[in-house]
């Protein structure tokens, strides 16, 4: 067996997303002025940073005006501003715009901006690489190391060229092992790093269960006519019922382009609903389907978003480093925004780490990160809507939004209620038995306004290096058969929005079925490893930068 090459960091981020990319500019900025420098590495698993970005997205530039306050001047791709915000509910055949008066001031989106997350992520890495910052792409990390003393010493990449048979092919390099004073995980939403430190130093252990959506998106370009630069849209209501939480977005963007986005929170309880055809069946509206007809779908993705906010922050810090952005859950759930928080965090956990290193200290808690989230505005920006999506779950749409609307008024106004709500149930644990369910029929789509997985996923650009293990592994194998599909239908065929997962008919027929993974197909949303009901799927990294590869998302 060949051994592991080496490389020594004073800090190593895993993850090149606005946190991780944040925390990386912010070392530097630190050092700079300081007169100490120091290394950092930032290792990404996409192909390139931003091909596995993918979010709404309108940006409140709070945190980067903090970060880089001349971003203008240097071409930040924040060229859309919020000209209009609409709220809409929605009925089966009809839509109510809320007047903006009633929202709460939380909910303005004036001075943000409409933007390609993933295209702001690629500029921030031109401005960590000059500044001195290595970052590598294509490089997934898939291991945690740790020192003698049980505290994190750095990630190790994994090994390449392994065939699906899990034996060396000719092609064969064993990963890096990427060795650092400090780590810091920004993996994004349900990191399989991220994972796997939770538990080990059980940092969930005095907060609430973790929760999540998942949020589907397309870009489309459409008709120069209908577009409106800036117009930012959030619907309620049709097409999902109203003790299921969801909505959607529309933003319009720069050249002609619009992001529509369908999000569903994963604590649904029918194991026959698909929140890709949700999406499918809700472009059909008539406040919406006008907008895209004659129009072009150029772009589609997946994510899982957290949504447990406040109550459901793990502790940040382990022995050796700290969880940043949505690694640790920072989304702002009513907002539908998290870049802001996952940026000011990235810089927080920067800030302690650079202190730590110029002392001289290495692989011990920073625990001045914690300290200065609880200062922070992150911490009151997800303090005083800490209730809203658990009074959503247990009251519903309707009565939930009143309740939660008025909350987030009184909180405006210094009033708001004075305890903290739980969430509940883990989303792993909401559906019901598929005897007790109703099953839905979607409607086929016309190939025009809705789609089916296949060819989503084909624009996705998401591709796979075939001979290699599946990165999606299951606990018992028999599982799926045997006691997902008696019990729920076996819902990861519905609840994957990229096909993965199918119920298949064995060879021969004779009414034997076996469960199939088409790994290849995987957009790593990670939602198979959030609701899978026997919590027999764990979702790990494939080799090299498989996955999508998002444009302008």
């Known amino acids: 067996m060949s051994e592991r090459e080496a490389m020594e960091f004073d800090v190593v981020v895993v993850g090149a997303g606005p946190a991780g990319l944040s925390a990386a500019i912010r070392l530097k900025q630190l050092a700079a002025a300081g007169d100490h420098d120091i290394t950092v590495c930032v290792i990404e698993k996409g192909s390139e940073v931003g091909a596995h970005i993918l979010s709404g997205a309108v940006i409140d530039p709070i945190a980067l005006n903090e970060l880089i306050p001349d971003w203008k001047d240097k071409g930040a791709p924040l060229n859309t501003p919020v000209t209009d915000d609409h709220f809409l509910y929605l009925t089966e055949t009809g839509s109510i715009r809320f007047p903006n008066f009633l929202m709460p001031p939380l909910m303005n989106n004036h001075g943000n901006y409409v933007v390609s997350l993933g295209n702001v992520c690629r500029w921030l890495a031109t401005q960590a690489e000059a500044m001195g910052i290595e970052i590598y792409p294509g490089f997934a990390a898939a291991e945690v190391l740790y020192d003698e003393a049980g505290a994190v010493r750095g990630v190790a990449t994994g090994d390449m060229g392994i065939g699906r048979d899990g034996e060396k092919t000719d092609h064969y390099e064993p990963g890096i092992e990427l060795h650092a004073k400090y780590t810091l995980i920004a993996e994004g939403v349900r990191g399989s790093l991220a994972k796997m430190l939770i538990a080990k130093f059980n940092l ?14 397309e870009l489309w370009e459409i008709e120069p006519a209908k577009h409106k630069p800036g117009l930012v849209t959030h619907t309620m209501g049709w097409p999902l019922d109203s003790s299921t939480g969801g909505g959607s977005f529309m933003y319009h963007a720069e050249n002609n382009q619009v992001a529509i986005g369908f999000v569903l929170h994963l604590n649904y309880k029918n194991p026959y609903l698909s929140p890709f055809d949700e999406f499918q069946r809700f472009k059909h509206h008539p406040a919406i389907k006008p907008t895209l007809e004659g129009g072009r779908r150029i772009s589609y993705g997946a994510r899982a978003i957290t949504e447990g906010g406040f109550q459901s922050v793990p502790k940040l810090t382990f022995p050796g480093g700290a969880l940043i952005g949505c690694s640790a859950g920072f989304v702002n759930v009513p907002r539908i925004k998290g870049s802001h928080n996952a940026m ?14 110029k002392a001289g200290r290495s692989r011990d808690e920073l625990t001045d990160y914690p300290a200065a989230y609880r200062k922070s505005w992150v911490y009151k920006d997800l303090k005083r809507v800490r209730n809203v999506k658990p009074l959503w779950s247990k009251l519903g749409l309707h009565m939930g939004l009143m309740v939660g609307g008025l909350d987030m008024w009184m909180n405006q106004l210094g009033i708001g209620l004075p305890f903290t709500l739980g969430h509940g149930k883990a989303d792993d644990a909401t559906l019901l038995p598929a005897a007790k369910a109703t099953p839905i029929a979607y409607p086929k789509p016309d190939g025009k306004i809705s789609f089916d997985k296949l060819s989503s996923v084909f624009i996705s650009n998401t591709n796979h290096e075939e001979n290699q293990p599946i990165h999606l592994k299951l606990t018992d194998p028999a599982i799926p058969i045997a006691v997902n599909l008696p019990l729920w239908a076996e819902p990861a065929q519905r609840y994957c929005p990229a096909g993965v997962y199918e119920v298949v008919d064995m060879d021969g027929g004779g009414g034997g079925k076996r469960f199939q993974i088409n790994a290849q197909n995987c957009v790593h949303c990670k939602t198979c490893d959030i609701k899978d009901p026997s919590r027999n799927i764990t979702w790990t990294v494939p080799q090299g930068g498989g996955g999508p590869n998002y444009p302008n998302m």
């Not at 969930?204 to 998106?217: L, Q, T, Y």
């Open 344 to 357: 000011k965090t990235g810089m927080m956990a920067a800030e302690a780490a650079f202190a730590a290193v």
């Open 204 to 217: 969930a252990k005095n907060s609430d269960v973790p929760k999540f959506g998942i949020g589907i998106k």
